[in-house]
C-alpha cells in the first residue's frame, strides 16, 4: 500500500514539474527567439548530456545497455520523447494551445487497449469512468467548445492525434524497461535517440548564442525542473502501476498547468476551467482508492 501511494505520489509530482514547462517556454520564447523545433532539441541534448556526465561521474555502471534493448530505447527516445515534442509543437501551431490539449489527452484511450491488447490488463468499470472524468475535465480546462464551428484542417488532426499515440507510448515503453534498467540510464538513452530524431531539422539553423540570461534561467528550469525532475519521478513511479492506470493519473498535469498559469502569468481561472480541474483530480481520486475484499477475490480466483 506505501509503495502504491508512493508510486502515485512520483507520478502526480511529474505531472507537477511538466506543468511547469508552459511558464518556462513562455519566458524563453518572451527572453530570445528560438523555433519550437529548435527549443526542443536542445531541452532534449542538454538533458542527454546532464545525465550522461552525472553518471560518467557518480556511476559508470548504469551507461551500460544490452544491446537486444537498443531498439525499445531507440523507439521510446524517438517516438516518445522527440517525436512527441515536434508533434506537440505543430498541433499548437495548427490547432491552438486549448484544442492541441484536447487531442494529447486522448492518451488514456489509446494507452487502455494497448494495455489491455498487450498485457490483458483489465478494463474495470472504475478505469473507464476515470478516463470520462478526465477527458471531460480536460475539455472544461482547454475551453473547448463543441459550438464555436473551429476549422481544424486534416493536418492539424494528424498531429494532434499523433501527439496522444506518442504520449501515450511513454507509459508503454517505460513499463517495458524498467524492470531491467535504472530510471536514470532509461532516461539518457531515450533522450539521447530523442535529440537524434530532432537533429535533421536543426539542418541550417542558427546556433542559439548568446542567450539573455533571463532566457538561459528559464531553459535551465525547463531542462532541471520539467524534463530531468519530471521524467526521473515518472519512470521510477510507473514502476508499480498499470500503464493505463499512468496516463490517467498524469492528466493532473492539466490543472498543475492551469494553476501554475494563473500564479506566474497571471491568466485567471473560470468556473469552467474550476470544474473542469476538480473533474480530473475526482478520476485521479478514484483511481487511487483502495479495491474493496469482493474485487481483490474475484480478481485472485481468475
Known amino acids: 500500500m506505501k509503495s502504491n501511494f508512493l508510486s502515485f505520489s512520483l507520478i502526480i509530482f511529474a505531472a507537477a514539474c511538466w506543468g511547469m514547462s508552459g511558464i518556462f517556454i513562455s519566458l524563453v520564447a518572451e527572453g530570445y527567439a528560438i523555433s519550437a523545433w529548435g527549443l526542443a532539441f536542445w531541452r532534449e541534448t542538454s538533458t542527454a548530456v546532464l545525465i550522461f556526465l552525472g553518471l560518467r561521474l557518480f556511476r559508470p555502471d548504469l551507461l551500460r545497455v544490452a544491446r537486444r534493448d537498443l531498439i525499445w530505447l531507440a523507439a521510446m527516445g524517438a517516438l516518445s520523447i522527440g517525436l512527441f515534442h515536434a508533434l506537440w509543437n505543430m498541433s499548437v501551431l495548427l490547432n491552438g494551445a486549448a484544442i492541441a490539449t ?21 478494463l474495470a468499470g472504475r478505469k473507464i469512468a476515470a478516463i470520462g472524468l478526465a477527458f471531460g475535465g480536460t475539455l472544461l480546462v482547454a475551453h473547448f467548445d463543441w459550438t464555436a464551428g473551429s476549422q481544424i484542417t486534416a493536418a492539424g488532426a494528424w ?137 481483490r477475490k474475484l480478481q485472485t480466483q481468475k
Open 102 to 122: 484536447v487531442f494529447q489527452y486522448n492518451a488514456p484511450i489509446f494507452v487502455t487497449v494497448a494495455a489491455w491488447f498487450l498485457w490483458r490488463e483489465p
Open 159 to 295: 498531429a494532434g492525434l499523433g501527439t496522444a499515440v506518442a504520449f501515450s507510448g511513454l507509459a508503454l515503453f517505460s513499463k517495458k524497461l524498467t524492470g531491467d534498467y535504472s530510471p536514470w540510464t532509461i532516461l539518457l538513452y531515450t533522450f539521447a535517440f530523442g535529440a537524434l530524431t530532432l537533429f535533421p531539422f536543426q539542418m541550417g539553423q542558427s546556433a542559439p548564442w548568446p542567450v539573455p540570461l533571463a532566457a538561459a534561467l528559464a531553459f535551465a528550469g525547463l531542462v532541471l525542473v520539467s524534463t530531468i525532475a519530471g521524467f526521473a519521478a515518472y519512470t521510477i513511479g510507473i514502476r508499480q502501476i498499470q500503464a493505463s492506470v499512468v496516463v490517467i493519473v498524469a492528466t493532473v498535469e492539466v490543472p498543475f498547468s492551469a494553476i501554475f498559469a494563473y500564479l506566474f502569468l497571471h491568466q485567471e481561472l473560470d468556473g469552467r476551467q474550476i470544474i473542469g480541474t476538480a473533474l480530473v483530480v475526482s478520476g485521479v481520486i478514484l483511481l487511487s482508492l483502495p479495491q474493496d475484499q469482493k474485487q
